[in-house]
T-cell receptor
Framework: DSGVTQTPKHLITATGQRVTLRCSPR?????VYWYQQSLDQGLQFLIQ???????AKGNILERFSAQQFPDLHSELNLSSLELGDSALYFC???????????FGPGTRLTVL | SQELEQSPQSLIVQEGKNLTINCTSS?????LYWYKQKYGEGLIFLMM?????EEKSHEKITAKLDEKKQQSSLHITASQPSHAGIYLC???????????FGAGTQVVVTP
């Protein structure tokens, strides 16, 4: 158990819908990262927050947004869902930048 | 990502034998991470390397970083069924920590 929690574990929804994925980082970690893993694209970085502020952006679609709250938990919002958004979404956390990143168990999103 | 190449793509090793996985970056590395993943599950942190020539070990797994070649190798000694899974290398290019991952190496350990 990495100490990073993600909910829900599984999510099945329809095209065009909107979902919210939640992540609670390890106690004491200020940095939260979101990654997407799919069979065709592999594991890709989406976005990073550090102590409530956006720090880095990767291959994140405009339909996706994220935020980190004062209690340091983070949410990833995916809207106007398409079939291709089906993937495993991981959250990771770390104390800062260049240290160990610990991953949560992931949320498996299926868009039908 | 093609900027981070892992080899081999997959390998089958007999229990008790050694194995090595390589990870080569086409861009300058800031940090190199190794993770293990069981299919469809979360990533388990193995090791992080930063300095050239750095070598770290955890149980029967050793990782080295060759800064000159921008390459890292992960070596498992006397493999066991518990070593089966997908090994992923990840690289950071700056101090912020966002990881860029290789495609992964699937390891199968046979009796």
């Amino acid at each position: 158990d990495s100490g990073v929690t993600q909910t829900p574990k599984h999510l099945i929804t329809a095209t065009g819908q909107r979902v919210t994925l939640r992540c609670s980082p390890r106690s004491g970690d200020l940095s939260v990262y979101w990654y997407q893993q799919s069979l065709d694209q592999g594991l890709q970085f989406l976005i990073q927050y550090y102590n409530g502020e956006e720090r880095a952006k990767g291959n994140i679609l405009e339909r996706f947004s994220a935020q980190q709250f004062p209690d340091l938990h983070s949410e990833l919002n995916l809207s106007s869902l398409e079939l291709g958004d089906s993937a495993l979404y991981f959250c990771a956390s770390s104390v800062g930048g260049q240290v160990e990143q610990f991953f949560g168990p992931g949320t498996r999103l299926t868009v039908l | 990502s093609q900027e981070l190449e892992q080899s081999p793509q997959s390998l089958i090793v007999q229990e008790g034998k050694n194995l090595t996985i390589n990870c080569t970056s086409s861009k300058t590395l800031y940090g190199l991470y190794w993770y293990k993943q069981k299919y469809g599950e979360g990533l388990i942190f193995l090791m992080m390397l930063q300095k050239g020539g750095e070598e770290k070990s955890h149980e029967k797994i050793t990782a080295k970083l060759d800064e000159k070649k921008q390459q890292s190798s992960l070596h498992i000694t006397a493999s066991q069924p518990s070593h089966a899974g997908i090994y992923l290398c990840g690289a950071t290019r700056d101090s912020w920590g966002k990881l860029q991952f290789g495609a992964g190496t699937q390891v199968v350990v046979t009796p």
